[in-house]
């Protein structure tokens, strides 16, 4: 597939990356209910259930339906690899198409389908995949994805509450968060579930998106929800972004134009 036609603010220069920020959003608990109760019908994961919204989202902002989005996958599913130290983290291109004909539980069904295969080649070295796929790569370009995406499940994230806490051993820590981190991907969506709530966070480059993007991001990704929440059998195509994207137009790059050092 082509890169995402992401709406910059600001044209991307091959090298130069901006800082990373992060904008975070909480669903009410209202609809932190109605989502958990949606995917216990649909038998799926919260992470399954946010991707698909989340390609949603990309396709709206980009006018794409051809998505590709990242994902991590820690690569120990061999027990005995549980207590060995080092990484063994794989990375997961996720591809799905969100269609304007297609209804939004039928597409949900498909994202269900599509990531458990995924996951169940998560052995399959991602460095493979490229080299198997890509077959005139550029240093400028990412290869597969300009997005990353996580949802950390409700057990993980209290333990990581926070940003502290104690391992059983009584060793305890906590997260020391750097401002000046550079961005690795233009867009990185990460969700978190909580016993009360589900957040949801934008992590972007400040170099090619304003804040005042993020924003309207936020009401487009809510947007985008209530349609589903109010009707999971309502047609892609009648889900609209009402307020529109003013700086789609005029910040759209082509896919030779899409300069990034990863």
Known sequence: PTNLKLPFDNPPIFGIHGKSDVHSFHLSPTDTQKIRTLAKDEGCTLFILFLSIFNIFLSKISEQNDIVVGTAVAGRR????????????????????????????????????????????????????????????????????????SFTPREEQNFASQGQGDFPSGLKFNVIHDENT??????????????????????????????????????????????????????????????????AAANVYEQDQLNFDF
Do not use: C, W
Not at 92 to 115: C, G, Q
């Open 78 to 149: 061999h027990q005995n690899l549980e207590n060995i130290i080092g990484i063994f983290v794989n990375t997961l291109a996720l591809r799905n198409y969100p269609t304007e004909n297609k209804l939004y539980i039928d597409f949900l069904r498909e994202v269900k389908k599509r990531t458990l295969d995924a996951f169940d080649n998560q052995d399959y070295q991602f460095e493979n995949l490229v080299e198997n796929v890509i077959k005139n790569r550029t240093l400028d370009t990412n290869p597969l994805f300009d997005v990353l995406y």
């Open 182 to 247: 550079p961005a690795k991907f233009p867009m990185l969506f990460i969700g978190s579930e909580s016993e009360d709530k589900i957040s949801l966070h934008l992590e972007y480059d400040t170099q090619l998106f304003n804040s005042k993007t993020i924003d309207k991001f936020e009401t487009y990704f809510n947007e985008i929800l209530a349609f589903i929440l109010d009707n999971p059998f309502i047609s892609l195509s009648n889900i609209t972004i009402t307020h529109g994207l003013d700086n």
